[in-house]
């Protein structure tokens, strides 16, 4: 039973820079690929950044491929989004998934994912 809190969000200007947070109860590298999602409004929800256990892989939507980075630390259970070069087009909520794959073989932003956060709002404007 996977429990994710995300934080993080918040208001910035074009050009500007948020990390995203996703706290987690279990060790994100040895048991569970994990994934950023988001959703404007309007918008069906997109996958964003992905990453297996261990950081063996990472996979990026094209729009975001450059600015944003995913990471995961073993050390506090925590999974990151570093947004660099935000856009307006890139407002929306962020939520945190999880799906158990200790052996890194959910590899597609497409897949499904069982354990979702809340989310937390990111607003691009000027």
């Known amino acids: 039973q996977l429990e994710l809190v995300e934080s993080g969000g918040g208001e910035v200007q074009p050009g500007g820079s948020l990390r995203l947070s996703c706290l987690v109860n279990?060790?994100?590298?040895?048991?569970?690929?994990m994934a950023w999602f988001r959703q404007a409004p309007g918008k069906e929800r997109e996958g964003v950044a992905l990453?297996?256990?261990?950081?063996?892989?990472?996979v990026y939507a094209e729009s975001v491929k450059g600015r944003f980075h995913v990471s995961a630390s073993s050390a506090d259970n925590r999974v990151y989004l570093q947004m660099n070069s935000l856009k307006p087009e890139d407002t929306g909520i962020y939520f945190c998934?999880?799906?158990?794959?200790?052996?890194?073989?959910?590899?597609?932003?497409?897949?499904?994912?069982?354990?979702w956060g809340q989310g937390t709002q990111v607003t691009v404007s000027s």
């Open positions: 279990r060790n994100t590298v040895d048991y569970h690929t």
């Open positions: 990453i297996t256990p261990g950081g063996e892989t990472t």
């Open positions: 998934a999880g799906q158990w794959d200790p052996w890194g073989k959910v590899t597609e932003l497409r897949a499904t994912f069982t354990f």
